[in-house]
T-cell receptor, first 114, second 112 residues
Framework: GQQLNQSPQSMFIQEGEDVSMNCTSS?????WLWYKQDPGEGPVLLIA?????ELTSNGRLTAQFGITRKDSFLNISASIPSDVGIYFC??????????????FGQGTTLQVKP | DGGITQSPKYLFRKEGQNVTLSCEQN?????MYWYRQDPGQGLRLIYY???????QKGDIAEGYSVSREKKESFPLTVTSAQKNPTAFYLC???????????FGPGTRLTVT
């Protein structure tokens, strides 16, 4: 099936540092979503992107829809301990608009050292 | 409060038994989804339903069954035919014109 390559797989950073992660694919996407999952809980939607080149912020989080429509980036500025968790990208493939199906990346595990 | 509920949070079953996981939403969403998550992995789609009385297989439907008799409810049955049922199961819902899926808190199923 279709795959999203999410990197890095894990990150261990110092509190206050900025964080960057990304998702790439060989396929074109119409929508990119970024989720955060706390241990033992369901993912929570952070940011949704619908247009190529779109840059959207949610507090200290900023995400971008790549202009090629094959990638997306998430940045977290000035990390704090509660940023710890697994971050997932998800995309809606061009041509799958009538199903609502999303493809998920493998996740980036973020650990923050106080 | 609008949201998605899944019950129970933890479920234990003996091998060979069927088990049904509950998913209810009061968001008035038409579409609902079931995912499976294994440790260190992403989410894999089991089944999805875009409207009442209709559902489609996802990428890993073998050994699972669903029903969609009400808009609010989308129960998942893990049958004895599922060879490796121990996993974290997540339910989600979305509006038909929106691709933003909202997730429930999950059910952790352990089969021994």
């Amino acid at each position: 099936g279709q795959q999203l390559n999410q990197s890095p797989q894990s990150m261990f950073i110092q509190e206050g540092e900025d964080v960057s992660m990304n998702c790439t694919s060989s396929s074109i996407f119409n929508t990119w979503l970024w989720y955060k999952q706390d241990p033992g809980e369901g993912p929570v939607l952070l940011i949704a992107l619908y247009k190529a080149g779109e840059l959207t912020s949610n507090g200290r989080l900023t995400a971008q829809f790549g202009i090629t429509r094959k990638d997306s980036f998430l940045n977290i500025s000035a990390s704090i301990p509660s940023d710890v968790g697994i971050y997932f990208c998800a995309g809606q493939l061009r041509g799958s608009s009538n199903t609502g199906k999303l493809i998920f990346g493998q996740g980036t595990t973020l650990q923050v050292k106080p | 409060d609008g949201g998605i509920t899944q019950s129970p949070k933890y479920l234990f079953r003996k091998e060979g038994q069927n088990v049904t996981l509950s998913c209810e939403q009061n968001l008035n969403h038409d579409a609902m989804y079931w995912y499976r998550q294994d440790p260190g992995q992403g989410l894999r789609l089991i089944y999805y339903s875009q409207i009442v009385n209709d559902f489609q297989k996802g990428d890993i439907a073998e050994g699972y069954s669903v029903s969609r008799e009400k808009k609010e409810s989308f129960p998942l049955t893990v049958t004895s035919a599922q060879k490796n049922p121990t996993a974290f199961y997540l339910c989600a819902s979305s509006t038909p014109l929106h691709y933003e899926q909202y997730f429930g808190p999950g059910t952790r199923l352990t089969v021994t």
